[in-house]
C-alpha cells in the first residue's frame, strides 16, 4: 500500500522568509496530491492540490510542485505571515480510489514576527 | 455556509460505555468519512461511505461502526469504547471522493 513521509516535523522561519515542505510517496499508482492546513483546534482545510498530469501549481503565494519520477512533492509558501503558522499535512491518492487518502504525519509551521 | 458539523467536541468516557458521534453536511455530498488523528501519525480512515446505505471499511476499522442512513449524516459509533481509542475524531465529506471539507474535530478521552 501507499506511505507518505513528510519532512520536516517542524519548521519555524521569519515573518517574510519562504517555508518548504517536502512529502515523497511510495506508490506510482498515486497521481492525485492534496495539501491541508489545520489551524489550533480547527479540522484540516484544503489549501491546493495537484495531480499527475502538472508539474507545478500556484495559487497566489503558495505553490506545489510533483516530481513523479522521484516520487516526492512539495508545498511552497513565500512571503510567509504570522497567519500562515499551522500543522500542514500533504496526502497521497489515486482516482481510482480516491476516498483512500494516505496522508502524511504533518509538519508544524511556526512563522515569527 | 458549507459546512460539517460535529457532536459532540469533547467527551470524556469510561472503557466499555457505548457511545455516538454525529456528523452532518449540509452541501449534499455523496461521500463521507471518518478519520482520527494521533500525533506523529497523521490522518487514519477509519470508514467512509459513498451514498446512503453504502460503506466500506478504512485502514483503522476495528472497534468502530458506521451507519449512512439519510445522506447528510454519517454517525460513527463506539460500542465498546477502549483506552486505545482515545484520539482526535474528523468527519469529512466531499462531492468527489477527495476529501474537500473536515469538520472541527472531536475529541476523546477513554479512561
Known amino acids: 500500500g501507499e506511505n507518505v513521509e513528510q519532512h520536516p516535523s517542524t519548521l519555524s522561519v521569519q515573518e517574510g522568509d519562504s517555508a518548504v515542505i517536502k512529502c515523497t510517496y511510495s506508490d506510482s499508482a498515486s497521481n492525485y496530491f492534496p495539501w491541508y492546513k489545520q489551524e489550533l483546534g480547527k479540522g484540516p482545510q484544503l489549501i491546493i492540490d495537484?495531480?499527475?498530469?502538472?508539474g507545478e501549481k500556484k495559487d497566489q503565494r503558495i505553490a506545489v510542485t510533483l516530481n513523479k519520477t522521484a516520487k516526492h512533492f512539495s508545498l511552497h509558501i513565500t512571503e510567509t505571515q504570522p497567519e500562515d503558522s499551522a500543522v500542514y499535512f500533504c496526502a497521497a491518492t489515486s482516482y481510482n480510489y480516491g476516498q483512500n487518502f494516505v496522508f502524511g504525519p504533518g509538519t508544524r509551521l511556526s512563522v515569527l514576527p | 455556509e458549507a459546512q460539517v458539523t460535529q457532536n459532540p467536541r469533547y467527551l470524556i468516557t469510561v472503557t466499555g460505555k457505548k457511545l455516538t458521534v454525529t456528523c452532518s453536511q449540509n452541501?449534499?455530498?455523496?461521500?463521507m468519512s471518518w478519520y482520527r488523528q494521533d500525533p506523529g501519525l497523521g490522518l487514519r480512515q477509519i470508514y467512509y461511505?459513498?451514498?446512503?446505505?453504502?460503506?466500506d471499511k478504512g485502514d483503522v476499522p476495528e472497534g468502530y461502526k458506521v451507519s449512512r442512513k439519510e445522506k447528510r449524516n454519517f454517525p460513527l459509533i463506539l460500542e465498546s469504547p477502549s483506552p486505545n481509542q482515545t484520539s482526535l475524531y474528523f468527519c469529512a465529506s466531499s462531492s468527489t471522493g477527495f476529501w474537500e471539507y473536515f469538520g472541527p474535530g472531536t475529541r476523546l478521552l477513554v479512561l
Open positions: 452541501m449534499n455530498h455523496e461521500y
Open positions: 495537484i495531480r499527475s498530469n502538472v
Open positions: 461511505s459513498m451514498n446512503v446505505e453504502v460503506t
